[in-house]
């Protein structure tokens, strides 16, 4: 096994040899210790140490090979799992997700090229893709003799996010308001679009979670996802674009709070 100071060495030449900047941080949300230990992980990964569809070490081995504790040992594999790089099955452990080299997707290229300070970035792109989706939506919309019939997905993630705001779930209120977005995605009918959007969400994940800490911030998020949808059934390109650009600044604004206070 590579000492702590000579595997990251191993990062630097292994990132120079491939092209790609070395990862500073992969979460904003997660620990320098356990975006380093990912890293760590990744790079075994990467270097054929462990392969596809291999049973990764247990939490304990890994810490004690890493010289970190079990706790960042978790949180860094719950970060490789979002990235699609492995699989955690309860009770059975982690393992490497086949794929060979395939396994690289453009995502984890996007994440490998990210630090902490290229998140405002991406949220800035997201935004501009966003306001693009619904536009597109909106135009379909337009052209759809029952559009009402087209919105019912989006109207039943309206109503979840109404319901799990009544009962204060912020977690299940998380899920029906990505499904939203996703949803939009969808009726904007641009697959190039939407798989950018969800490359975006993916990379994003953590630090939309911690968008929604509190009920307020649920109920603001409700009432703009209310009035996106008003938009979009007055089929109303123009004032759909400006909502959600209202929507998406003001979104942006909270994420950019929210996790502040986590660094």
């Not at 210790?33 to 075994?44: F, G, M, S, Y």
């Amino acid at each position: 096994m590579l000492n702590g100071m000579a595997e990251n060495g191993y990062i630097r030449r292994l990132t120079r040899e491939k092209g790609i900047a070395a990862p500073l941080n992969l979460t904003v949300n997660s620990s320098s210790e356990a975006a380093e230990t990912a890293q760590l992980i990744l790079v075994r990964i990467t270097s054929g140490e462990y392969l596809p569809g291999d049973r990764l070490p247990a939490e304990r081995t890994i810490a004690e090979e890493l010289h970190t504790s079990r706790t960042n040992v978790r949180e860094a594999l719950s970060v490789l799992e979002i990235l699609g790089l492995v699989e955690i099955m309860p009770g059975s452990g982690a393992y490497v997700r086949s794929g060979g080299a395939d396994l690289f997707s453009d995502s984890l290229q996007w994440t490998l090229l990210l630090s902490s300070a290229d998140y405002p970035n991406l949220l800035r792109i997201r935004s501009v893709l966003e306001i693009l989706a619904v536009q597109q939506a909106a135009e379909h919309l337009a052209q759809d003799p029952r559009p009402l019939r087209s919105l019912r997905r989006l109207r039943d993630s309206l109503e979840s996010q109404e319901e799990h705001l009544s009962n204060e779930d912020m977690t299940n209120f998380v899920t029906a308001d990505a499904a939203f977005h996703i949803e939009i995605g969808t009726l904007s009918q641009n697959p190039t679009l939407n798989n950018l959007l969800s490359t975006l969400r993916r990379l994003l994940q953590i630090w939309i979670q911690n968008q929604v800490d509190s009920v307020a911030a649920m109920q603001v998020a409700y009432d703009e996802h209310l009035r996106v949808y008003r938009a979009l059934s007055s089929s109303d390109p123009l004032s759909a674009v400006q909502v959600m650009r209202e929507h998406m600044n003001s979104a942006n604004e909270r994420l950019l709070a929210a996790n502040a206070s986590k660094d």
